[in-house]
């Protein structure tokens, strides 16, 4: 009965451990490079990203290209930061926000 103990245990930490494991280097590098062309904003593409979050002052905008048109805020300074998120199979990883861009219009 010991031995069947031991082994569950030990099937048990296998597993948990695996999942922790799996769940490091998930991490996705922060976009990077940002930069305007006229009132578009690019940035380097992420590895494994899926789509990217660009926050414009405090509001939030979805894109699964490595490009934000900043058209409507044109005539506006404001900080802008993106990062990228990776969904697999429900699963969600993102990176760290990139660096704050700070852009006063065109």
Known sequence: MKKVKGFLFLISMTLILAVLFSA????????SNLQTDGTTLKWNAVENASYYIVRVDAEEYKTVTNSYSLWAYRDLKCQIKVKAIKDSEGKFFESNWSYIYYWKGA
């Open 24 to 31: 490091c280097g998930s991490k996705l590098k922060a976009p």
